[in-house]
């Protein structure tokens, strides 16, 4: 089974800041499987970005992908009090999807 | 509008079951492949089980295999997760989402696009 490792746990950034979240796999994972999903308290998660960098209908630009092979990153260019949530990224391979553990984002 | 509503959970005693469901609607649901997720309170995504379109491929996660089924009702829009001889371990926010296999040119994308809010089972004495 693939492990996916996010990090960090937690990042905490003031708004207008960059924020760079960390994916890497423990095997060499497809591009087309690699998703990212944001979830609020309550909520169930929204599909952000999926095939590592394209984005879903509606995410706003300052929202981005990237990555390939074991090493995936989500960038939130200009953070925004609305981005407060936690991230997972998602990996579909050998007919088992597997989670990373999360990274939550606080805005200061 | 595309939606995605669970229900059936509930408080149930160790060893006991449930049938979880979960109604679709705004969309051709017997066209698109279905999972269930779940997430233990203050814990990550744990992926649980998935069902084809048509029901001829399931798969299920080595943590509940032996004790759960998914299956799916098309003409009644449905996904079902029957789920037996719970533990405490189980206790957790069940969400059903949809699968998408989308192209792109030559390019192949795999995704869970549309998700539910989530029913809630707890498992206690």
């Known amino acids: 089974e693939i492990v996916l490792t996010q990090s960090p746990g937690t990042l905490s950034s003031s708004p207008g800041e960059r924020a760079t979240l960390s994916c890497r796999a423990s095997?060499?994972?497809?591009?087309?499987?690699l998703a990212w999903y944001q979830q609020k308290p309550g909520q169930g998660p929204r599909l952000l970005i999926y095939?590592?960098?394209s984005r879903a209908t509606g995410i706003p630009d300052r929202f981005s992908g990237s990555g390939s092979g074991t090493d995936f990153t989500l960038t939130i260019s200009r953070l925004e009090p609305e981005d407060c949530a936690v991230y997972y990224c998602q990996q579909y391979g050998r007919s088992r999807w597997t989670f990373g553990q999360g990274t939550k984002v606080e805005i200061k | 509008e595309v939606q995605l509503v669970e229900s059936g959970g509930g408080l149930v005693q160790p060893g006991g079951s449930l049938r979880l469901s979960c109604a679709a609607s705004g969309f051709t649901f017997s066209s698109y492949s279905m999972n269930w997720v779940r997430q233990a309170p203050g814990k990550g995504l744990e992926w649980v089980s998935y069902i084809s379109s048509s029901g001829s491929a399931i798969y299920y996660a080595d943590s509940v295999k032996g004790r759960f089924t998914i299956s799916r009702d098309n003409p009644k829009n449905s996904l079902y997760l029957q789920i037996n001889s719970l533990r405490a371990e189980d206790t957790a926010v069940y969400y059903c989402?949809?699968?998408?296999?989308?192209?792109?040119?030559?390019?192949?994308?795999?995704?869970?696009?549309?998700w539910g809010k989530g029913t809630t089972v707890t498992v206690s004495s």
């Open positions: 989402a949809r699968w998408v296999r989308a192209a792109d040119g030559t390019n192949y994308y795999y995704y869970m696009d549309v």
């Open positions: 095997q060499s994972v497809s591009s087309s499987y």
């Open positions: 095939g590592a960098s």
